[in-house]
Nanobody
Framework: QVQLVESGGGSVQAGGSLRLSCARSGVTYNSNRMAWFRQAPGKGREGVAAIDTDGSTKYAASVKGRFTISKDNAKNTMYLQMNSLSPEDTAMYYC?????????????????WGQGTQVTVSA
């Protein structure tokens, strides 16, 4: 059983930064494959960034160069550093883990999900 708890969301002005955290408890053979997703009101859940067991990463085109995904294995915590935020980044951000697919940004690839943390960017 893997449990995920996100934190770090909040309200920020355009151009600002936030860092999200995802604390993971429990370990399975595929629990180190993790990702961040987001869902804006009225839209589907989209993959933002993924990180594999070896630390390799993948980003959605919309956030590449602005967001950085990382993890601290000793703390069982994954992070998402978000810079140069714009109102289009406003969404509920979700942490996901346990995937059999390497660096997937597809919602269906992940078995475990957190409850989400809200990010609101004002113009």
């Amino acid at each position: 059983q893997v449990q995920l708890v996100e934190s770090g969301g909040g309200s920020v002005q355009a151009g600002g930064s936030l860092r999200l955290s995802c604390a993971r408890s429990g370990v399975t053979y595929n629990s180190n494959r993790m990702a961040w997703f987001r869902q804006a009101p009225g839209k589907g859940r989209e993959g933002v960034a993924a990180i594999d067991t070896d630390g390799s990463t993948k980003y959605a085109a919309s956030v590449k160069g602005r967001f950085t995904i990382s993890k601290d294995n000793a703390k069982n915590t994954m992070y998402l550093q978000m810079n140069s935020l714009s109102p289009e980044d406003t969404a509920m951000y979700y942490c996901a883990a346990r995937s059999d697919d390497r660096l997937s940004l597809l919602r269906g690839s992940y078995y475990s999900w957190g409850q989400g943390t809200q990010v609101t960017v004002s113009a």
